[in-house]
């Protein structure tokens, strides 16, 4: 078989699908941005799928020798065998709170599945509120990206350890724990793959459509905010990546293994590290709510970092945040509002950044490796005014990610260049 060259990385966020072709040099060839369409989920997923293919360079499509998908952490679907959604998909910030004392009941504590938006809860819900004639269709549980890798090579049923976390899945093991084999739900649980490894090609008809080659392999995917910090540049146990998109996640590549229900805290394997963190509900979701981007980079511009706020918010959408405070019922605090545009702004900028130095000092409280470095990702990484804010408050260097992009870390984690092992 012919090697083909290239890897494409596909990160589909809570704004956009976006995507990136890269060679095993690291050398970027082709870029791709754009919102999903206005249908309804997982439809909207699939066709920004389809359109990102269909956008690929002639020349450069027949090249891309293996293709690796990342998708928001607990956003989950439930399909019948055919891989069609019986429901509307959950989102990763949608709570089952209906459902948490049942999962708390068997998840142990510090478990990440012990949480109202953990793919757990969502999963435990339908099942207690779907009618019997929906839930006797079910075959599988299956995540953003696990749900759109296999609209590429046509296997239902599989996921990764990566998105698997909070579904209870124990990845000190790689099995699923016994306290969920023979509950009522766990037919419909995926089998669960390494991030990176192999799946198998494109079908055909996926081959066909978009000129693809057919060796073109798919490989298990992972969650966005770990794609963007494989593509951050963090290498070394204390370096730390802040994905400032929609929402804010903080992750800490550390020595030790820190699992910390109680704020929202889990880790990840990477090697022979972890990667422990958490994501906030807060982030750019709560600037947008109240400010274009047009209007967010002038008003930066107007805002003194050396001159501190009065204002003490706590910015959130709706009510629920999962770290540093888990707390599926706490108020946003956003108030008061002074007249002056700006100046809310610095406070939201503030408010934020508190959250993350918060969040990285519940990190190395509870054993994590202490922190020497952030590398910033995500959109909010390009506002200037909002990393002196963070500097402010955070005393280790912040430097920008070498790629701001989950994609290009997709694209690295399809090419193998960061191995996964278990060791």
């Known amino acids: 078989m012919t090697t083909l060259p290239l890897a494409l990385g596909i990160d589909f ?59 928001t952490s607990a956003t989950v679907l439930l399909c019948n065998p055919a891989g069609e959604s019986l429901t509307p998909p959950l989102l990763y910030n949608h709570p089952c ?25 969502k999963l435990v ?41 909070k579904l209870g899945y124990n990845v000190g093991n790689l099995s699923y724990p016994n306290w969920m084999q023979g509950q009522p739900w766990s037919r419909v649980l995926p089998r669960v793959l390494a991030p990176g490894e192999l799946v198998g090609c494109v079908t055909e008809t996926v081959a066909q459509r978009f000129g693809l080659s057919p060796q073109c392999q798919v490989v298990a995917g992972t969650t966005d905010s770990i794609a963007a910090f494989l593509a951050s540049g963090a290498r070394d146990p204390g370096d730390g990546v802040t994905s400032l998109g929609s929402t804010l996640v903080i ?3 550390s020595e030790q293994r820190v699992d910390v229900g109680e704020y929202g805290i889990y880790s990840h394997r990477i090697g022979n590290h972890w990667l422990v963190g958490g994501a906030s509900n807060s982030g750019g979701a709560v600037l947008e709510k109240f400010f274009d981007r047009a209007a967010l980079g002038t008003l930066s511009q107007h805002i003194d970092p050396a001159v501190p706020t009065e204002l003490d918010y706590y910015p959130l959408v709706q009510p629920g945040e999962r770290f540093p405070i888990n ?35 519940l990190l190395t409280q509870h054993g994590a490796s202490p922190l020497r470095q952030i590398y910033t990702a995500g959109g909010g990484a390009a506002n200037e005014t909002w990393r002196q804010l963070r500097a402010n408050l955070l005393p280790v260097p912040i430097k920008s990610a070498a790629s701001a992009e989950a994609a290009v870390g997709s694209a690295y984690l399809a090419l193998g260049l960061r191995k996964d092992p278990i060791e």
């Open 327 to 361: 707390d599926p019922a706490l108020a946003p605090c956003l108030s008061p509002r002074p007249k002056d545009d700006s100046a809310f702004l610095h406070g939201l900028l503030v408010g934020i950044a508190r959250i993350e130095q918060r969040g990285y000092e």
């Open 251 to 253: 992750k800490l590549l």
């Open 125 to 165: 819900w339908w099942h207690q509120t779907l009618p019997p004639a929906v839930w006797d269709q079910a075959a599988y549980l299956l995540h953003q990206a696990d749900w759109l890798s296999a609209q590429l090579h046509g296997q239902w049923g599989l996921s990764d350890y990566h998105n698997s976390l």
């Open 97 to 121: 709170k209906e459902s948490l004392e049942t999962v708390k009941a068997l998840a142990p504590a510090q478990s990440p599945a012990a949480s109202a938006t953990s793919s757990l809860a």
């Open 13 to 71: 966020g809570t704004s956009g699908v976006r995507a990136a072709v890269v060679d095993p040099q690291r050398h970027l060839y082709w870029q791709y941005r754009q919102g999903y369409p206005d249908l309804p989920a997982p439809d909207c997923w699939r066709q920004g799928l389809f359109a990102l293919l269909e956008a690929m360079p002639g020349a450069i499509a027949p090249q891309i020798g293996r293709v690796a998908i990342d998708g």
